[in-house]
Structure formats: structure tokens, C-alpha cells
């Protein structure tokens, strides 16, 4: 072979080398993995999903795949592939399409119940970044964390009021929304209806409000939702949690609303502490310390009741067993320490559920 023909194979190989390399990691790889995952989800769930897109996992090397639920416009499905897009029978991405579509089908039914509940009770929803419907129990302990539940991260517009208030009028009524909502998922199938709802909480401006889009064939509104609480996340103002069962407040919005990592009062709480330790002889084996747990006060965003934490002399476990519960500020003004309180092993919060 002459030299100049060993020049135009050695070239020509390369050419093909980079169009096969321009087209597996170009548009091309992008619409063959999609492919590949229409044909797993019609073979492992026939006519039942709707291949929306296909998102790369990393240095896993596999993808995500989103996918419409047909006959059920609110529901959205996920399964992951292999590397490269592969999904053949028998792996264990084929083996998660079936479970995918009932678990979609089921967090759908919460999404609407959720949605009714909230709407009905004045809760203005602008996005649902995550819903899950908890099969098993999840805790170690007797009581609420023992029981199947829902875990729903929401986005919400705060009222008008909020300017003036700070947010103390949103508290109430995001405890008495969790209790609607947890009573009306008792009419859908498979729960526990003692189950707790829990709603992690972002809140908005008014004037930061990101309103969700329409809903259409290929736009689930689960999706929509998840999509408007994403595009909202640097807007959030306040966060805060509440966790409810269809008998009542758990855990109330007061316990966390506000900027997170807000210690302004840190100082104040824990002087007014040990001076309440000294006053009244109750002896403390360590320094009494800020606990990460606080609570508003009824109605305001302004003063919270803080739990300082401190050991008792001759206790043998490791951390600390007791707390002083403390009014204060959230700028540190006007510490009042109330009580000494037993605090729960392993800690649980309301200390004081008689505070709301």
C-alpha cells in the first residue's frame, strides 16, 4: 500500500472516528437513550407511560427518565437506567418501571387531595418541589413516627399582612391546613389515616411570587408544580415545618419559621439561663448552651421561646437531659427564663405542646 493511500484510510478512519463520536455524544446519544426508554416502559408497563425526558446521572453514567402516567394527568413517573441508556429485561431498571407507575399513580391521588385541602383552607400554593407517600414506618419510638405517613415539600405565598406581621398570621394558618390535609387523605386507599402529614414549608413574597404554568398531555401537574417550586427557590424568604394527623397539631409551623440560622438571641438566652439556674439552686454539671430547637411565641415572628440545655450532676449517658425554657427576642431583647424542664431521650419536640 502506498503511502499516500495509507494517508487517506488513516484519515478517512478518523473522520468516521469523530462523526461516531459527534453523534454518540451529541443530540444523537441524547434522542437513542430516549428511545430506550420509550421501549423499556412500553415493554414493562404496555401503554402506560409517556417518555418526557431523559436526564444524565453523572459519573454513574446512567439516566433519569421522566415520564407522563396516561390516564392520569397530575401524575408523573421516574426511573433511572443503566449506563449508556440500557434498560434490558430483568435489570434492575426494569424492575423498577412497574413499581415507578403505581407509586406515581398513588402520589397523585395525595397530590390532589393535598391541593383540595390546602385551597380550601386559604393556602395559596405556588409550587410542590416533592411529595412522598411513606409506606413503612420510618421511626424507632412509640407514637407519630411510627405511622405511615405523607411528606410534602411546599412552596406558599404569604399574605399581605406579611409586611406588617411578619409572617405570624401564615403560622396559624399553615398548622390548620396540615390538619385539613391530614384529614382529607383518610378516604384514600392504603394509608393509615392516623398517618402524620408533614409539610416542609418554603414561603414567598407576594411580590416574588413564581406562579406555575398550565398543565397539558405532556406537562403533568405534578411536574408543573415541582418545576414553579424550583424556579422559586432563590426567591424564599422563610422556611419553617408543621406536622399534623387528622387529631391535631404535632409539631407547629412556630417551631421553625423564620431565616435559617438565625441565632441573634443566643447570648441572651443562655445568660438568662444560668441565671435562673443560680436563683434557684438547680445544679448544672456544665454550662448551660443554646439548643438548636426554638419555638415562636403565639402570634408573633418577634420573641421566641428558646431551650437552653444543661446536664444534671451524676448523669452517666452522654449529652444533656434537661432544659431551661427561655422567652426572648429573636434580636436577643427581653430574656425571660420561665422553667426547668426534663427534656425527652432521645429529644422530641413540642417540649410544651400546652404553648399553642
Do not use: K, N
Not at 453523572?58 to 440500557?86: K, L, R
Not at 406579611?162 to 387523605?185: M, N
Not at 417551631?255 to 445568660?271: D, K
Amino acid at each position: 500500500m502506498s503511502r499516500t493511500v495509507l494517508v487517506v484510510v488513516v484519515v478517512a478512519a478518523l473522520l468516521v472516528g469523530a462523526v461516531g463520536l459527534a453523534w454518540w455524544y451529541g443530540p444523537a446519544r441524547h434522542d437513542r437513550v430516549r428511545e430506550l426508554a420509550r421501549q423499556a416502559a412500553e415493554r414493562e408497563a404496555p401503554g402506560a407511560l409517556r417518555v418526557l425526558s431523559v436526564r444524565g446521572l453523572g459519573a454513574a453514567g446512567g439516566y433519569e427518565v421522566t415520564a407522563a402516567v396516561v390516564g392520569d394527568p397530575d401524575a408523573v413517573a421516574s426511573f433511572a437506567t443503566g449506563p449508556g441508556g440500557a434498560c434490558p429485561p430483568g435489570s434492575r431498571c426494569a424492575l423498577s418501571v412497574g413499581p415507578a407507575v403505581a407509586r406515581a399513580r398513588a402520589e397523585a391521588a395525595e397530590l390532589r387531595s393535598l391541593t383540595t385541602a390546602l385551597d380550601g383552607c386559604g393556602v395559596d400554593v405556588a409550587g410542590i418541589r416533592e411529595l412522598r407517600r411513606i409506606d413503612r414506618p420510618g421511626g424507632t419510638g412509640p407514637g407519630i413516627d411510627d405511622a405511615a405517613g405523607l411528606v410534602a415539600e411546599l412552596t406558599v405565598v404569604a399574605g399581605p399582612s406579611t409586611a406588617t406581621d411578619g409572617g405570624a398570621a401564615l403560622l396559624a394558618l399553615l398548622d390548620r391546613c396540615a390538619v385539613e390535609a391530614a384529614r382529607a387523605r383518610t378516604g384514600l386507599a392504603g394509608i393509615d389515616p392516623d398517618g402524620p402529614v408533614t409539610l416542609s414549608v418554603r414561603v414567598l413574597d407576594p411580590a416574588d411570587a413564581v406562579r406555575p404554568g398550565p398543565p397539558g398531555p405532556d406537562r403533568p401537574r405534578a411536574l408543573v408544580l415541582r418545576e414553579a417550586a424550583e424556579a422559586a427557590s432563590a426567591r424564599v424568604r422563610h422556611r419553617t415545618t408543621v406536622r399534623a394527623t387528622r387529631h391535631g397539631v404535632h409539631e407547629g409551623a412556630t417551631l421553625g419559621f423564620g431565616p435559617a440560622g438565625e441565632t441573634g438571641y443566643r447570648a441572651a438566652a443562655e445568660r438568662a439561663a444560668a441565671a435562673h439556674l443560680r436563683a434557684t439552686g438547680v445544679p448544672a454539671a456544665d454550662t448551660p448552651a443554646l439548643h438548636a430547637f426554638r419555638q415562636y411565641l403565639p402570634g408573633s415572628t418577634d420573641r421566641v421561646r428558646a431551650y437552653v440545655s444543661f446536664r444534671s450532676p451524676g448523669r452517666t449517658s452522654p449529652g444533656d437531659d434537661r432544659v431551661v425554657a427561655v422567652d426572648v427576642g429573636t434580636d436577643g431583647s427581653d430574656p425571660v427564663a420561665l422553667r426547668v424542664l426534663d427534656a425527652p431521650q432521645p429529644w422530641r419536640l413540642p417540649f410544651e405542646p400546652g404553648l399553642r
